[in-house]
């Protein structure tokens, strides 16, 4: 027994284990504060997270700025729904246009990335008067019926279809195969400008470029996944900026808020006219909770600088694993962008994780064989050394032990 916990370790991950659908795949332990980079358990045992809530810390665990506007607010109001004007949900939408390139301007404001998704399929689908959508081969936007219908994993999709109809996937980076994709049905085109899910993918450098060509020559819609890539995780505030290039529809969420649940979907005044009363809406959605911390993240991401703080942290980081991988076979490739990596092994790494885990590094997956690195923007060189020290010993005992 914990004695600063009245629940021992293991009773709490059997209650999770009991009363939790069975839906993720758990590491052994129970997370109980954070931070910065740092994570703890109940124990008080430190972890250096790699994870970042799936890319959601970028501002560090428990930032004191997110931390009191949070508590603040909280004190004034909790909810207030659309359909009445809110002080804080006001200034929110009024940083987003200020943050986002133009067109971009109206958005509506949700409570999680698959509900941006779904709001940008509807808003795809009512201004177009089109169905098709095209997405692509590796993609992730989501497990709910209308996002998972453009997720390209079939494990996700099979045991949920029918899904929604009139969906195409092309190879991501090939113009040419989306060009033979779109016919005169077509309402939009979905990318993530990164793919994480699907493996930490980067696109060939002309190809965003060219699909927003593609678009105005078609008159399709250009739809960019940003959930992950989003509010400087690539070394820009939007990854869409490395390549100079703005969608119709811009969809964001996880990092938003610095750890409290929202989602955006963002497009121009034309484009979002085409919802009307009645035609979407969200209980929760811009709630004042939520919009406050967004406005608090948004505000720590842009005075820390962090999206510069990726990119040069994310150079080191890259430049560290290139020289573990030049040291062995095992490693396929390191690949990414900012603190956006990705690290492909030649096995599947389920057991690597967990010894990672055990010498206080957590890790992510993207796939069975690549591991995913989403650490917060704010982890220092040290920690990052850290991580790099464990994984280069890790990777040498596991060659050996594989014989690879």
Partial sequence: MNSNNLVDEQTLMNWENEYSAPVYTKRP????????????????????????????????????????TIVEQARQLLICPGSFYNDVRAKLLKKLDEITPKPLSVSF?????????????????????????????GAFHGRTLGALSLTWRPEYRNPFQPLLPSVDFVPFGNIERIKDAIDKDTAAIIVEPIQGEGGVNLPPDDFLPSLR????????????????????????????????????????????????????????????????????????????LAASAALAAINVIINEKLPQQASDKGKYFIKCLEAIKQSTTIIREVRGKGLMIGVEYRFRIGELILEALKKGILLLTAGKNIIRLLPPLVIEYEQIDQVVSVLDELTKSFAQKKRL
């Avoid at 404001?109 to 081969?137: C, D, F, P, Q």
């Fill in 109 to 137: 404001l949700s409570n999680s990335g698959a509900e941006a998704i779904e709001t940008a399929i509807k808003l795809a689908r009512i201004y177009t008067k089109k169905k098709k959508i095209i997405s692509t081969v």
């Fill in 213 to 288: 060509e593609l678009c105005d020559e078609y008159d399709v819609l250009l739809i960019l996944d940003e959930v992950q890539t989003g509010f400087g995780r690539t070394g820009k505030m939007f990854a869409m900026e490395h390549w100079d290039v703005v969608p119709d529809i811009l969809v964001l969420a996880k990092a938003a808020a610095g750890g409290v649940p929202i989602g955006i979907t963002m497009s121009s005044k034309e484009i979002m006219s085409a919802f009307k009363p009645a035609t979407h809406g969200s209980t929760f959605g811009g709630n004042p």
């Fill in 29 to 68: 332990v129970v997370i109980a504060h954070g931070k910065g980079a740092v994570l703890y358990d109940i124990n008080g045992q430190s972890y250096i997270d790699c994870v970042g809530g799936h890319g959601v810390a970028v501002v560090g665990h428990s930032h004191p700025a997110v931390v009191d």
